[in-house]
């Protein structure tokens, strides 16, 4: 049960911070690649 709850709070992080800066995001949770922020 730990493991869909960091899921959403990493995906509420990123939301967060899309307000805030630009940093790699995890678009794709099953591969957790990074993706490079758009400029």
Partial sequence: PKLP???K???WAQNQLDE???YPRINNLSTAALE???V
Avoid: C, Q
């Fill in 20 to 22: 805030k800066a630009s």
């Fill in 5 to 7: 709850s960091l899921l």
């Fill in 9 to 11: 709070m990493l995906l």
């Fill in 36 to 38: 490079d922020p758009t």
